[in-house]
């Protein structure tokens, strides 16, 4: 599903280039569990951003679903983006105006998809997350879990083939971290892709699939596909 | 995305930064309604003027001596040239025309009027019967100058409204006899009270017939000389040939001027229009400032909105979509801010109409019409760049905390 062929990422800083991302090949297939793991600065970030097509890579390839998705203009990576991707991140990134039903709504608001049919669909999801009875609360009068909960139930209502989460536990407690990874688990078993980059080493582990990364290469690949 | 969602979340973000969006409607709905107050005040002019004119009488035609080079400037003589006088003889040729229908000669000047000890500084008209009709006089007493000779120095006159007031307070005035400068005139009529008309406070006026004048203030010559054609599509032809017999009774010198009273009336009407127009672009620069103002909050809010523009385009937003969001906010301001600064504007309108009554400053159609739409464009395309810019925001680094 996802193919990565010798993928550079180079950033121009003042008169020097950091290497993000040196010569990066992966392939992973639907419904793939993989952890990513690695020291901070290794180019985590910016690998999941580059599969999310939130950043073009500066040499490579890269297919999704057989198309090369790095000759797309900007219109049509967006397209891809809201039919087949779903992003969780660290900071959450809620808009701060919009309730939590609000937020969870978006991306069907931006596909345009009606109200009656908006409606259902994210009742339906909150309720899942045992979110219901704070659909009507704005972010900030809602915890760090709870908001991540309505990330991770915007990343995945427009049902993505792909959901990815970049350090999703690093900004709540341990505790609330286990019951996010099991919801993202929940989805991963319902047969959404997932890729994850985490910190924790034990949670790490719960991955079917565990990609190692140092200083912009992948230094190890437990379940290379390609 | 659809319209109707796309105007939501306009209005979500507006309502969100209240203060801000508050000021930016303040600049809009003041630029709007500075255009609005300021155009019913020039459109009110001018139809005051109109309003003037037209209660005149409308198939009129006045005659000036002398050439004048312009429509409405009466004196403007050729240099070198002192123009020939009017006289009562050329009123009375005009009354021959078979155009015209009536003729009045007109003479202007400034009296003592005493009766019983009492006196006031009065201006006296010198005419003769035909101006009730062509100037549409009402009488509140009495009647008007008798229907007679115009050679006829009958020593009769009528009175306005204030002069009968102050000389005769109570009693009755009609059948008494007043003394003007050294002559003696019975008063037999009194006009209506009607204020102004053009120029002259009929309440104030004491009107003789024209040879009385000319005796009294020893005036051969006349101010001017009113003439109503017969019908409005006389008007033409009734000028044309007031000039032709004009001519030849002055040895064929074209030296009076004839004027159309709708040529006066366009005249005025085309400066007013013009004044009306430049007060109004001048009020509209204002609304430039507000477009101008509406691009650097919306540059600010670009750029403190940046991680949520890279949040809306992780989850599928297209640039033509963020274009779109920020150009509904702002066309949904200036909407806002245009209908805010309309009421403001008819309110002024109708204070200057409360505190000045003969004044009709009643906006004109497409002065608001332009106000709007300038209102609504310069929203627009003052937000060009801002919604641009953040459409072309790269969602990586939008999202990342640098
Ligand atoms: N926009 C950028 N501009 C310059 N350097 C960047 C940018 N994004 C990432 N980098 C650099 O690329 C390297 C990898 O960053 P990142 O992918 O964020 O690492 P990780 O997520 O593994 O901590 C780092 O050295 C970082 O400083
Ligand atoms: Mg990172």
Redesign the interface.
């Known amino acids: 599903m996802i193919r990565l062929e010798h993928i550079h990422r180079v950033f121009p800083v003042g008169e020097e280039e950091v290497h993000a991302l040196r010569d990066v090949n992966l392939h992973i297939t639907p419904g793939e569990y993989v952890s990513i793991m690695g020291p901070s600065g290794s180019g985590k ?2 690998l999941l ?1 580059i599969i ?1 097509l ?2 073009r890579p500066s040499a490579g390839v890269y297919r999704l679903d057989g198309e090369d998705v790095t000759a797309l203009s ?2 049509q990576q ?2 891809v ?3 087949k991707i779903g ?1 969780v ?1 660290q ?1 959450f ?1 809620l ?4 309730s939590a039903a609000e937020n969870v709504e ?2 069907l ?4 998809v ?2 009656s049919q908006r409606a259902p669909l994210v009742g339906r999801l909150l309720e899942d997350f045992g979110m219901r009875a704070r659909a009507r609360h704005r972010p900030d009068q809602l915890s760090g879990g709870e908001r991540q909960r309505v990330a991770i139930a ?2 995945m209502v ?1 049902q993505p083939a792909v959901i990815l989460a970049d350090e999703p536990t690093g900004n709540i407690d341990q505790a609330t971290g286990r019951e996010v990874f099991h919801l993202l688990e929940e989805l991963n078993g319902k047969g959404m892709a997932l890729l994850l980059v985490t910190h924790d080493p034990d949670l790490g582990r719960r991955a079917r699939r565990h990609v190692r990364m140092v200083d912009g290469q992948i230094q190890s690949d437990t379940g290379a596909g390609a | ?2 319209l ?2 796309v105007g939501r ?1 306009a209005w ?2 507006l ?2 930064y209240r203060t801000r969006t508050l000021l930016m409607v303040l600049a809009v709905s003041i630029g709007v309604g500075a255009v609005v107050v300021l155009t019913s005040l020039g459109e009110g002019a001018r139809r005051y003027v109109r309003n003037q004119f037209t209660s005149l009488g409308t198939n009129l035609v006045a005659v000036f001596p002398g050439r004048a080079e312009t429509v409405g400037g009466a004196h403007g003589a050729l240099i070198g040239r002192t123009p020939r006088d009017l006289t009562l003889e050329d009123a009375l040729a005009l009354r021959r025309i078979p155009a015209v229908k009536r003729v009045a000669p007109l003479n202007l000047g400034s009296a003592e009027v005493w009766w019983k000890g009492r006196s006031r500084e009065v201006p006296v008209l010198g005419s003769t019967s035909e101006l009730q009709e062509i100037r549409g006089f009402a009488l509140s007493q009495g009647q008007f100058l008798p229907a007679e000779d115009p050679r006829r120095a009958t020593p009769v006159c009528v009175i306005g409204s204030n002069v009968r007031k102050e000389l005769f307070g109570a009693r009755s005035s009609v059948g008494e006899w007043v003394r003007i400068a050294d002559r003696r005139f019975r008063v037999v009529g009194v006009l209506a009270q009607q204020g102004q008309s053009l120029g002259l406070d009929t309440d104030e006026l004491v009107i003789i017939p024209v040879a009385s004048m000319q005796q009294l203030f020893n005036l051969p010559s006349l101010l001017r000389i009113l003439v109503e054609a017969r019908t409005r599509e006389d008007v033409a032809a009734a000028q044309e040939q007031v000039r032709r017999v004009l001519r030849k009774r002055h040895d064929g010198e074209d030296d009076v001027t004839v004027v159309t009273q709708d040529a006066v009336l366009a005249a005025f009407d085309r400066i007013l229009v013009a004044l009306t127009l430049a007060v109004g672009g001048i009020a509209s620069i204002s609304l430039g400032v507000a477009g101008i103002l509406i691009m650097n909050v919306m540059l600010i809010a670009v750029s403190q909105r940046t ?2 523009i ?12 963020i274009r779109l969001l920020f150009f509904a906010e702002a066309a949904v301001l200036s909407l806002i801010g245009a209908a805010v600064g309309l009421v403001l504007g008819e309110l002024g309108s109708f204070a200057i109409r409360q505190a000045y009554p003969v004044l009709p400053a009643f906006p004109p159609p497409w002065a608001v019409v332009a106000a709007l739409a300038t209102a609504v464009g310069t929203g627009i395309i003052f937000s060009l760049l801002p919604a641009q810019r953040a459409a072309r925001l ?3 680094l939008a ?3 640098r």
Not at chain 1, 109 to 112: E, K, R, W
Not at chain 2, 310 to 321: E, M, R, V
């Open positions: 970030s910016t951003n999310g939130l950043d900007d219109e967006a397209q983006r809201r039919e992003f991140f900071f990134h808009v701060p105006r919009l978006l991306p608001v931006l596909a345009g009606p109200l915007r990343a427009m | 995305m659809r109707l969602d979340f979500r973000s309502s969100g991680t949520e890279g949040l809306l385009k992780a989850i599928g937003a297209s640039p033509a979509q790269q969602p990586a999202l990342s905390r």
